[in-house]
């Protein structure tokens, strides 16, 4: 204990870099030596006042500072590893003009480090008591130079654009105009971007009304609010809150067919398709989530009696709902341990014929896409023809469609 007392803000901010490096923190991409030298020197704990030395360094934790009634978080300092991961996606150079939109104080202070004296950052956030609070420790900890503004960054920061670099660090469903507008022809936009209830941190870059993706990596964010706020729709498909099942679109227009499926029978069948404990599942999801008509995520509460419903995992469960019927994935353990094996468990009248088709598709990853670099993701705008995509699935916002393109696998 005494030397986690003794630890000086520079020690633990040596061994918070050590801990992103030695992980893989950053999802195979290195940490750029500039963006290390940010994370040495930006005082991380001047913007978690109230946390201790040691949660305010964790790599893989936020430190939350605003609560809605219901306890959940609405705004937080975000944890090192995706900040770390954003800012490496977004490729910033000492110059840059770069528009961050959710504020907190400390991300800004990396972009200020990031861009240096010849650059400029602009910090939006929707709520005037966290752009108070971040105005205040940007200045107490030497960055009085970021303009932080209480706006919705829906509209982006018209009066400052272009920028060449739009950080979003709220959790977004769509992409509205104003982040490609304002962005340089050659600008790069980083946001956390919910598809299908999976929320991915894309990085775009601008080609004219395009935005094209070339990384796509696993995040979670407190949700945007204001006029891009989109809840997801819970459908209880117990009819009490044992078992919730959260659509991004596409819900049941009928939730009540499904209140006998969930009771049982139950078809079970396992797809023969392993997969590593350290191997990537980020594309299988993608691709799940885009082919698997009626796909959506399924929690359950482990202390409630929940029947023959029983996935693996409680909290998170891709299922689908069609028609009468329903089915979630479910994971065990292959006989050497090494992994795990995909499997179903589905229910309804239809639930064989929907069981096959999950392990249709499961196989079809398998042998087509598996260990290639996941989904091409591009953003057209809303008024694109079908014929003028590029890619395998569609997934259709208000403001953008969102093309997704797999490559066949490695
Ligand atoms: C995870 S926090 C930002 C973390 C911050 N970038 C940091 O330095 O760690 C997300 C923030 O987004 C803000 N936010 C949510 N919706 C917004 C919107 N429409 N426009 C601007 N800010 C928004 C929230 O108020 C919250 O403070």
Not at 309 to 332: E, I, W
Request: aromatic residues 6%; proline residues 7%; charged residues 25%.
């Amino acid at each position: 204990m005494a030397e986690t007392a003794d630890k000086t803000p520079e020690a633990w901010r040596r061994e918070m870099v050590e801990a992103l490096k030695a992980l893989d923190a950053l999802n195979g991409m290195d940490l750029p030596a500039s963006l290390e030298r940010a994370l040495l020197e930006v005082p991380r704990h001047l913007f978690a006042p109230g946390a201790d030395l040691e949660a305010a360094h964790s790599p893989f934790a936020a430190v939350e500072t605003k609560w809605d009634e219901r306890g959940i978080a609405l705004s937080s300092v975000s944890a090192p590893q995706v900040q770390a991961m954003m800012l490496a996606q977004a490729r910033i150079e000492p110059g840059m003009r770069v528009l961050e939109i959710g504020s907190g104080g400390y991300n800004a202070a990396l972009i200020a480090e990031l861009v240096g004296p010849s650059g400029r950052v602009v910090s939006l956030d929707i709520d005037p008591e966290v752009t108070e609070r971040a105005r205040k420790l940007l200045a107490g900890a030497g960055y009085p130079q970021v303009r932080v503004i209480t706006a919705d960054g829906t509209e982006g920061a018209p009066w400052q654009a272009p920028f060449d670099r739009i950080v979003v660090t709220a959790g977004a469903w769509d992409i509205p105009p104003a982040w490609r507008d304002q962005l340089t022809d050659t600008g790069r936009l980083v946001v956390p971007l919910r598809m299908r209830s999976l929320t991915r941190s894309v990085a775009f870059r601008r080609r004219g009304e395009r935005l094209v993706g070339d990384s796509a990596l696993i995040c979670g964010f407190v949700p945007m609010q204001g006029a891009g706020a989109r809840a997801e729709e819970v459908v209880l498909a117990n009819g009490d809150e044992s078992v919730g099942l959260r659509f991004d679109d596409g819900a049941p227009a009928d939730p009540s067919l499904l209140d006998n499926a969930v009771r049982g029978p139950r078809a079970e069948a396992w797809s023969g398709v392993e997969v590593g404990r350290q191997e990537p599942i980020a594309g299988l999801q993608l691709y799940l989530a885009t082919h698997l008509s009626g796909f959506c995520l399924m929690s359950v509460d482990p202390e409630a009696d929940t029947g023959p419903v029983r996935p693996s995992n409680p909290h998170f469960s891709m299922a689908a709902v069609q028609g009468d019927s329903f089915a979630y994935l479910l994971v065990r353990r292959t006989p050497d341990g090494a992994g795990v094996e995909y499997g179903v468990h589905a229910f309804g009248a239809h639930r064989k014929g929907l069981a096959e088709e999950v392990c249709g598709l499961l196989a079809a990853w398998d042998r087509l896409h598996r260990g290639g670099d996941g989904p091409q993701i591009t953003a057209y705008p809303a008024s694109t023809p079908d014929e003028d995509l590029e890619g395998d699935a569609v997934i259709d916002k208000e403001h953008v469609r969102i093309a997704l393109a797999w490559p066949k696998g490695a």
